[in-house]
């Protein structure tokens, strides 16, 4: 089996704030991710498929193909947006590196046919990001 | 908030997170002579010791909590990290500093394994694995499979 990553990075807004709780708690809960104005950050996401290459091409699956499908699923819906209202996925979520991460993960995997999704990756900073694998599929990997 | 963590998800996800710290450290073992330590452990036996800039690497992973997104809560994760491995460790030397490498070898392999045992506590998810990079060319992982530093306890 051979692992393929591809990276790409796109910028959003967001802001963490639970109308279930009262400000003082989402101050203190969220700190300054709860700056009612949002902020943002530029988004670093790797994702990784797993596969073996095709004994014709040397492909696990083609890189243009996976451009394109992160191009339309990712970039188009997240690229320069605010997290919190212009991404349907996100609506009634805190638009945080996990759920985001995972929202990826969701939206990649049914339209990777060659090969299988391994890993989605997202940094939100150098020192902050989100894995997500499939569950149940053995240990974490690198 | 709704709660979109379904039961039977199919997706795992994990929290990563670096921090830095600076500190020396000598390689060096009262089990072997002096020529032994020099042959084994080269420049980093220098009796004067030298210094890192070192990169940890945590992962952490539990259920995603659906009121804060959250799968454990950055505050709490800094300011654990910080208690149990930064304040202790940083711009000290490791040999003199932290107790337990008075006895073991200070090797960034056992200091995995020590970030590791520290941090396995914190309360609010599971500690996955610690990496450190000792330089931008060397790094070590540690899961805390079957453990064991050297003439200690289980981790």
């Known amino acids: 089996m051979v692992l393929l990553t591809r990276k790409i990075e796109f910028s959003a807004s967001h802001r963490y704030h639970n109308p279930a709780f009262s400000s003082e708690e989402n101050r203190r809960v969220f700190g300054k991710c709860n700056n009612p104005h949002g902020h943002g950050h530029n988004y670093t996401l790797e994702v990784t498929v797993a596969g073996e290459p095709d004994p014709v091409t040397g492909m696990v699956l083609d890189l243009k193909e996976l451009k394109e499908i992160l191009e339309r699923e990712v970039m188009q819906r997240m690229d320069h947006r605010h997290l919190n209202f212009e991404v349907p996925e996100l609506a009634g979520q805190i638009p945080t590196c996990e759920n985001i991460a995972r929202v990826i993960w969701n939206l990649l995997d049914p339209k990777i046919k060659q090969g299988r999704l391994h890993r989605v990756r997202l940094y939100e900073s150098a020192d902050l990001f989100a894995d997500c694998y499939r569950n149940g599929a053995g240990g974490a990997g690198p | ?155």
């Open chain 2, 1 to 155: 908030m709704t709660d979109r963590v379904q039961i039977g998800d199919t997706v795992r996800v994990e929290l990563g997170r670096r921090y830095r710290f600076a500190a020396s450290h000598r390689l060096h073992t009262a089990q072997l002579s002096e020529e032994e330590n020099c042959r084994v452990f080269g420049k980093c036996n220098n009796p004067y010791g030298h210094g890192h800039n070192y990169v940890l690497e945590i992962r952490l992973s539990g259920e995603i909590d659906p009121a804060t997104g959250m799968i454990a809560n950055l505050a709490d994760m800094d300011s654990f990290v910080a208690r149990e491995v930064l304040e202790p460790f940083d711009h000290k030397s490791l040999n003199e500093d932290v107790a337990v490498f008075r006895d073991i070898v200070p090797t960034t392999e056992n200091l995995c394994i020590e970030i590791y045992r520290r941090l396995k506590e914190f309360p609010h998810a599971k500690l996955e694995r610690v990496r450190v990079e000792e330089t931008s060319n060397n790094s070590f992982e540690y899961s805390g499979d079957t453990v064991n530093l050297t003439g200690r306890e289980k981790a």
